[in-house]
C-alpha cells in the first residue's frame, strides 16, 4: 500500500549516518539543512491519498511507477502518475521515489539477465521490486565512480577509491569504497549502488551491485554544501528552501550486504547488462523526460510572467522569444510522446514494453542542450530587476518597506507581488541552486562523451541506407539535369 507523508518522515527517522558541514546530523526531517526538503516529498506520498490525485498516481493501491507496463497505454499511465509528482515540485525534484522505482520494476522485467553461472541475481532482482513496490520504499542510486578512479582503469589495493568487493562471507559480502553523486540518497530508505558504464572484463572486485538500507553500519552520506540551510525564508528563496533534494558522497566502510541484497556479484557483464538490457535505463528516462517537460512549463510560466510585470509581453522580441520559449516545451513533450508511441516489447513480450530506445536516448542531447538555452533567454528577458531584490524582511520593516513599495513597485503590478515573481526567478535561473540544476540537467544522464557515442549506435543503417540509395541512383551515365 501507498505510504502517508507521515510514514514516509517517520521511516527516515533511523540510525542513519549523514554528515554536513563537518557535523552528522542527527533527525533529517527536523534538520534545518533538510527538513523543508523532507516534508515536500512527504507531499509526494499524501498526493497519493489525494482523491483527485489516487487514480492517476496508483494502481491497486501501489505506486503506478513500480508496474511492469504492459503496454503502450500502461506506458502513457505511468507518464502522467510522473507528471503529477513533477509538477508538485515544478520539475525541481529530479530523483523523486517514483524515479528507481521504475528502474527497480526494470530489472524484475527480465530477471534473466542476473542469471549466471556463477551468481543467480534473479530472485534478489524480483525480490528487491516487490520490497520496494509493498513497502512503497524510496530508493536512490549511486552508479557513478570518484574522480580517481577512471571506468576500467585497474586501481588494486587498499587505496582503490571505487565501492568493490573486499571480503565474502556465508551470509554475504562485506564492500569497501565510495560512489558519487547520490542525488536525494540522504531523503531516501534504500540506495542501489553499482556501475552503469562498462568495466574492464577483469575489474571484478568492482563489478558489484547491491541495495542496502541507508541506515546500513558502516554507510556515511558526505552531503553537499545545503542550498535549503542557506535560504533566508521561502518568500526570499521559494525553490532552494524546499526542494533541495541534495547530492550526497556514499561512504561504505566495510558494509556488510546479505546476500539477497545483492543483485550482480564479480560480473562486469551484469552491472552493465542490468542497466542496458533490461528496461531499467529506458524507466530512468522516461520519469526525467516527463519532469524535464514540465520544469520547462514552469520556467517558460516564469519567463511569461516576468515579461507582463516588465510591461514587455507585446513587444515583438519578447513574444518571439516566448514563442521559442514555448517551442522548447513543445520539444520536451515531443520527446516524451514520441518514446512513448516507439515503444518496443521487452524480452519477446514477457517483460512487456519499454519507451524507444532511440528517442530516449536522443533525450539527453536534447535536454543537454535546450535547458541552459532556456535559462539564457529567461535571464535575458528579466532584466536588472532580478538583482535588485531587498529582502522579505526589507519590506516587513515599518520604514523600509513602503519606501522600496515606492521605488520597485512596476505599472499595474505592486512592489511587493513584483518583488516575489523576481525572487522566484532568480531562484530558478542565476541562484547557487539554479547553477545545479543547470549542472544537473546537462550530466544527470551521464557525461556527453559517453552518451553521444551511444547515440552513436542508433539508427546508423537506416541513415546510410537513404544516402547509400541516393548515390546509387545515378552515375556518370545518367546524363544531363534534365
Ligand atoms: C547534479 C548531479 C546529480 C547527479 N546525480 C547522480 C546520482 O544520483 N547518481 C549517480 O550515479 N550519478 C549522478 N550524477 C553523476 C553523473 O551521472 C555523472 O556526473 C556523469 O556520469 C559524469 O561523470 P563524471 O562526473 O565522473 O564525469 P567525468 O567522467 O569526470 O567527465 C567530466 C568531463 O570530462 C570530460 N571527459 C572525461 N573523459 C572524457 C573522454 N574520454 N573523452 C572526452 N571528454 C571526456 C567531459 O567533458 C566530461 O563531461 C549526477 C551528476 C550531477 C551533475
Not at 534538520?31 to 482523491?51: E, G
Request: aromatic residues 8%; negative net charge; hydrophobic residues 40%.
Amino acid at each position: 500500500m501507498t505510504r502517508s507523508g507521515r510514514d514516509y518522515l517517520e521511516s527516515l527517522r533511523d540510525e542513519r549516518e549523514i554528515w554536513l558541514d563537518g557535523e552528522r546530523v542527527g533527525d533529517i526531517t527536523r534538520h534545518p539543512a533538510f527538513r523543508n526538503t523532507a516534508a515536500s516529498i512527504a507531499r509526494l506520498y499524501d498526493l497519493a491519498h489525494d482523491s483527485e490525485h489516487t487514480p492517476v498516481l496508483t494502481e491497486d493501491g501501489t505506486h503506478r511507477a513500480f508496474a511492469v507496463p504492459r503496454s503502450y497505454e500502461d506506458l502513457v499511465a505511468r507518464r502522467e502518475a510522473y507528471r503529477v509528482w513533477a509538477k508538485a515540485g515544478y520539475g525541481f525534484l529530479g530523483r523523486t521515489p517514483d524515479c528507481m522505482a521504475g528502474g527497480a520494476a526494470g530489472f524484475a522485467a527480465v530477471p534473466h539477465v542476473f542469471t549466471t553461472d556463477a551468481f543467480d541475481g534473479a530472485e534478489n532482482a524480483l525480490a528487491h521490486h516487490r520490497r520496494l513496490a509493498e513497502g512503497d520504499l524510496f530508493a536512490a542510486f549511486t552508479l557513478t565512480n570518484p574522480p580517481t578512479a577512471r571506468p576500467g582503469s585497474a586501481h588494486p589495493g587498499d587505496d582503490d577509491p571505487v565501492v568493490r568487493v573486499v571480503a565474502e562471507k556465508d551470509g554475504g559480502i562485506v564492500v569497501r569504497g565510495a560512489k558519487m553523486i547520490g542525488t536525494a540518497a540522504v531523503f531516501a530508505n534504500e540506495v542501489v549502488v553499482g556501475t552503469i558504464e562498462p568495466l574492464a572484463p577483469g575489474d571484478t572486485d568492482r563489478a558489484v551491485c547491491f541495495s542496502v538500507p541507508v541506515d546500513t553500519p558502516g554507510l556515511r552520506l558526505v552531503a553537499r554544501t545545503s542550498y535549503e540551510a542557506a535560504a533566508r525564508s521561502v518568500f526570499d528563496n521559494p525553490l532552494s528552501s524546499r526542494f533541495d533534494e541534495n547530492d550526497a558522497l556514499l561512504v561504505c566502510d566495510d558494509v556488510f550486504v546479505p546476500w539477497e541484497n545483492v543483485l550482480a556479484h564479480r560480473d562486469p557483464d551484469v552491472t552493465f547488462r542490468m542497466w542496458w538490457d533490461t528496461p531499467a535505463y529506458l524507466n530512468l528516462s522516461h520519469q526525467a523526460a516527463a519532469r524535464f517537460w514540465t520544469k520547462l512549463e514552469f520556467l517558460t510560466g516564469i519567463a511569461i510572467l516576468l515579461a507582463k510585470a516588465n510591461g514587455t509581453y507585446d513587444l515583438p522580441p519578447v513574444t518571439q522569444a516566448i514563442g521559442r520559449l514555448l517551442g522548447k516545451v513543445a520539444q520536451a513533450k515531443a520527446f516524451v510522446l514520441a518514446a512513448e508511441a516507439s515503444c518496443t516489447p521487452v524480452d519477446g513480450g514477457r517483460g512487456g514494453v519499454a519507451p524507444g530506445q532511440d528517442i530516449s536516448f536522443a533525450h539527453r542531447i536534447m535536454a543537454g542542450e535546450v535547458y541552459p538555452q532556456a535559462v539564457q533567454e529567461i535571464r535575458l528577458l528579466a532584466g536588472g530587476g532580478l538583482i535588485q531584490l531587498p529582502s522579505g524582511r526589507d519590506l516587513l520593516h515599518p520604514e523600509l518597506g513602503p519606501l522600496v513599495g515606492t521605488y520597485l513597485r512596476a505599472p499595474g503590478s505592486p512592489a511587493e507581488d513584483r518583488i516575489k515573481l523576481l525572487k522566484l526567478a532568480w531562484d530558478a535561473l542565476g541562484s547557487e541552486f539554479a547553477g545545479r540544476h543547470e549542472q544537473y540537467e546537462r550530466l544527470y544522464h551521464g557525461a556527453p562523451h559517453v552518451y553521444l557515442t551511444q547515440q552513436a549506435t542508433q539508427g546508423v543503417d537506416a541513415c546510410e541506407s537513404l544516402a547509400r540509395a541516393c548515390l546509387d541512383g545515378y552515375g556518370l551515365e545518367t546524363g544531363p539535369r534534365q
